[in-house]
């Protein structure tokens, strides 16, 4: 069974300031992707970032990027010169290329302090 | 190019009625799932399907709940005989084709449904 877990629910930060958003996740397969979602009150899923997990190099899109272990099975989201526009439900999602759909995490609420 | 949307945003119904939500992949998209998100929880795997066909229905409840994706039209989950577990938020995601970006699923808003 695959299994998804982020064990913060809830983090806040100061605004400019870097936070760190933890996930570890359970698969057998090779093949594999992993995904963050940012969830704000508008209740749109929006894809922050995307992880395949065949390359070594950790994803970066701009303020956003992650630490990926494969081996300890862990890939934590690092948002940097954070804004308050980052106030967020995060959740980490695992996509298996022979199952075609995603598992989530519970979610991590993300609150900005200004 | 149109992101997907779902309709409707938000949906009454009494226990005992039928909900019906309606999900238009994006252009060019031909995967449609559905997810369901109770209050404070995570997504959760429904349904996964293609034109005219269901590939994995192994998170649908099995009873009163169907999905379709006709070949003309969007993409209509079911659910018959609402009774209050069955509020939640329900999401429809869609992906391309191409085998690089097909685990790419990108999400309407969601449609709220409150069951009286």
């Known amino acids: 069974a695959q299994t998804v877990t982020q064990s913060q629910p809830e983090m806040s930060v100061q605004e400019a300031e870097t936070v760190t958003l933890s996930c570890t996740y359970d698969?057998?397969?090779?093949?594999?992707?992993l995904f963050w979602y940012k969830q704000p009150p508008s209740r749109q899923m929006i894809l922050v970032i995307r992880?395949?997990?065949?390359?070594?190099q950790n994803a970066t899109e701009n303020r956003f990027s992650v630490n990926f272990q494969k081996a300890a099975k862990s890939f934590s989201l690092k948002i940097s010169d954070s804004q308050l526009g980052d106030a967020a439900m995060y959740f980490c999602a695992l996509y298996r290329q022979g199952a075609q759909k995603l598992v989530f995490g519970q979610g991590t609420r993300l609150t900005i302090n200004p | 190019n149109a992101g997907v949307m779902q309709n409707p945003r938000h949906l009454v119904r009494r226990r005992g009625q039928e909900a019906r939500l309606r999900c238009s992949p994006m252009?060019?998209?031909?995967?449609v799932y559905w997810y369901r998100q109770l209050p404070e929880e995570g997504l959760k795997f429904m349904v996964y399907l293609q034109k005219e066909n269901i590939i994995d229905e192994s998170g649908m409840p099995k009873e009163r709940f169907s999905a379709e994706f006709p070949k003309e039209g969007p993409s209509i989950l079911r659910i018959q005989q609402v009774v209050r577990g069955d509020s939640a938020a329900y999401f429809c995601?869609?992906?391309?084709?191409?085998?690089?970006?097909?685990?790419?699923?990108?999400f309407g808003a969601g449609t709220r449904l409150s069951v009286l």
């Open positions: 698969t057998s397969e090779s093949d594999y992707y």
């Open positions: 992880q395949e997990a065949y390359k070594q």
């Open positions: 252009k060019g998209h031909s995967h």
């Open positions: 995601a869609s992906s391309p084709e191409t085998p690089l970006t097909k685990n790419i699923q990108y």
